[in-house]
T-cell receptor
């Protein structure tokens, strides 16, 4: 079965711009989470959506936002990009009640110049 | 969420068994222990999850002592392709409807040499 699909795979943006990243979860998975990974901070939780509702939010500024659609696809938006936003952004999908953990996508590599 | 402590790095040779221990002294009663593997520029991949005693799948074994304050991931006969970062996580309970944030520590960088 298809895995978690993240688009685009790579992205280069300029400081001050905004960016939207997309995540398509595994069919049947209603939970979608977003993570930021940087060499300095490691993997950090951004937020999690379930049935179009944000259930959890990490400690990130309001420039980071997200949403989930009725088909469980999710988007993450970062406004007013800063150099420090350069990172690998990972999306994970999961099925409530599952005992096999979350499935991560390959991520979107965002570079802010 | 319970904090985890793992060795920063480990070295091994092909064919050897590798055991990575994770310490989680503040684990809660409902917490599960989950291990993920991550290769460079890829998302983490679920390896194994357990609550107590021993869990085994086709990839690894997970040993959890009775007090659950630590756990050990065992990789039998590693190969070069097992070179990766391994993360121990606590708290991702499958039936927990409220907490869905995975807290990753620094992980253990395993280097397998020929």
């Amino acid at each position: 079965k298809a895995g978690v699909t993240q688009t685009p795979r790579y992205l280069i943006k300029t400081r001050g711009q905004q960016v939207t990243l997309s995540c398509s979860p595994i069919s049947g998975h209603r939970s979608v989470s977003w993570y930021q990974q940087t060499p300095g901070q490691g993997l950090q939780f951004l937020f999690e959506y379930f049935s179009e509702t944000q259930r959890n939010k990490g400690n990130f500024p309001g420039r980071f936002s997200g949403r989930q659609f009725s088909n469980s696809r999710s988007e993450m938006n970062v406004s007013t990009l800063e150099l420090g936003d350069s990172a690998l952004y990972l999306c994970a999908s999961g099925r409530q009640g599952a005992s096999y953990g979350y499935t991560f996508g390959s991520g979107t590599r965002l570079t802010v110049v | 969420l319970a904090k985890t402590t793992q060795p920063i790095s480990m070295d091994s040779y092909e064919g050897q068994e590798v055991n990575i221990t994770c310490s989680h002294n503040n684990i809660a009663t409902n917490d599960y222990i989950t291990w993920y593997q991550q290769f460079p520029s890829q998302g983490p991949r679920f390896i194994i999850q357990g609550y107590k005693t021993k869990v085994t799948n086709e990839v690894a074994s997970l040993f959890i002592p009775a007090d659950r304050k630590s756990s050990t991931l065992s990789l039998p006969r590693v190969s070069l392709s097992d070179t990766a970062v391994y993360y121990c996580l606590v708290g991702a309970s499958p039936t927990d409807t409220g907490r869905r944030a995975l807290t990753f520590g620094s992980g253990t960088r395993l280097q397998v040499q020929p």
